[in-house]
């Protein structure tokens, strides 16, 4: 049976890599990208199921990504969820829009929210 | 794309004289570390990890810590600059790199990443304040780490320009490449001194903006070099006349 996978789009490396030990636990299959370019490249390749994405990201924000998704219909269907420190100032009802479907705030979450959000989500 | 709302925005673009903005800064910045601790933390609670990976979490919460904490102590330096003296000495920078390195070295090791001294064998010494400049180093070493890819190297260097006059500490990292419009800023912030400088889009610059108020008070000034495969961060300060006597 295929598994699922989760691209995990987190500039922090250490962080990036709990959230792999996380969902790997849970049975995903996981990539990892730094930057928006390199996930870019990845999706290029191959969609993944499901996206985590932090908000700011080394040489671009999360959104410029968004824009760049939601411009074709495959990677525009990618669900994604926000992972992010700045959860309490970003306009949920406006985000729907750029296919994000969950946000989780890294303050506050614990790791099984992480494999609760991207069940919800598939 | 205005979703963002409020200070983050602000923060990339407003100088930090307003204290407000400071301490949102330095919370934002703080912000990550402790996430991720705690996010690690959790990890050790539930339990059924095997030993290899305990330890690991372990080194990281340690070395996620002790950046923190480096943080935390630069911006108390910071507010009490002004009240402060800063006894300005010779120092070899070369030494004070090496020391550097030697600190850094396991937290390097922890990202894949490594720390190496490019210098000259016997640099000039330059004039500064020992603490500061080790804080200045140190932060633009922390820098670059975050930007550094998976198994690059970090360099420490060190020359002098202006016909031996001036002493130049850099960090150079091989990471993604400052955007042109953000290294444009950068410049355009740094002609305008001692107004602060900011770090790539993701950070506060708070860090950096530490950085600049350290030097400023040695007399000297930061600035950042971009390359098409990352960023030299640099500290340009002044050469001790001492060595002519040696």
């Known amino acids: 049976m295929k598994k699922t996978?989760?691209?995990?789009?987190?500039?922090?490396?250490?962080?990036?890599?709990q959230y792999v030990r996380v969902l790997s636990r849970a049975g995903f299959e996981t990539k990892v990208a730094y930057h928006a370019i390199s996930a870019i490249q990845f999706i290029d390749k191959k969609l993944p199921d499901a996206i985590i994405l932090d908000i700011l990201l080394t040489g671009s924000t999360a959104f410029t990504l968004l824009h760049e998704l939601q411009s074709y219909a495959d990677t525009g269907a990618i669900p994604i969820v926000l992972c992010t420190s700045l959860a309490g100032d970003l306009p949920s009802n406006t985000l729907g829009y750029y296919g994000v479907?969950?946000?989780l705030d890294k303050t506050t979450m614990r790791p099984d929210d992480l494999i609760s959000s991207v069940r919800s989500v598939l | 794309m205005g979703v963002v709302n409020g200070d983050y925005e602000r923060l990339l673009d407003e100088p930090f004289e307003d204290g407000l903005l400071s301490l949102v800064a330095a919370a934002h910045e703080l912000k990550s570390p402790l996430a991720l601790i705690r996010q690690l933390s959790l990890m050790l609670d539930e339990g059924e990890i095997s030993f290899d990976e305990y330890k690991r979490i372990v080194k990281q919460i340690t070395l996620t810590s002790e950046r923190a904490?480096?943080?935390t102590s630069d911006l108390t330096k910071s507010v009490r600059l002004n009240?402060?003296?800063?006894e300005l000495e010779p120092i070899n920078p070369n030494q004070l790199c090496s020391d550097i390195v030697c600190e850094l070295r396991p937290l390097f090791a922890a990202h894949n990443c490594s720390l190496r001294l490019v210098a000259k064998k016997q640099p000039a010494l330059l004039v500064a304040n020992r603490d500061l400049l080790r804080r200045i180093v140190m932060n633009f070493s922390d820098n670059a780490?975050?930007?550094?890819d998976d198994n690059n190297l970090v360099e420490l260097k060190i020359c002098s320009l202006n016909s031996g006059n001036v002493i130049r500490l850099g960090v150079r990292d091989h990471g993604p490449a400052l955007p042109a419009d953000v290294f444009r800023k950068l410049r355009a912030k740094l002609s305008s001194a001692p107004t602060p400088i900011h770090a790539r889009p993701q950070s506060s610059g708070l860090g950096l903006y530490?950085?600049?108020q350290f030097a400023d008070i040695m007399n000297g000034k930061i600035g950042v070099v971009r390359h098409r495969?990352?960023?030299t961060f640099y500290v340009d300060l002044q050469a001790s006349s001492q060595l002519s006597l040696l």
Do not use: C
């Not at chain 1, 996978?5 to 890599?17: F, M």
């Open chain 1, 5 to 17: 996978t989760v691209l995990v789009i987190e500039d922090d490396k250490w962080l990036a890599e």
């Open chain 2, 210 to 212: 530490i950085s600049g």
């Open chain 2, 69 to 71: 904490l480096r943080l």
């Open chain 1, 101 to 103: 479907k969950k946000i």
């Open chain 2, 229 to 231: 495969d990352g960023a």
């Open chain 2, 145 to 148: 780490l975050h930007y550094a």
């Open chain 2, 83 to 86: 009240d402060a003296l800063f």
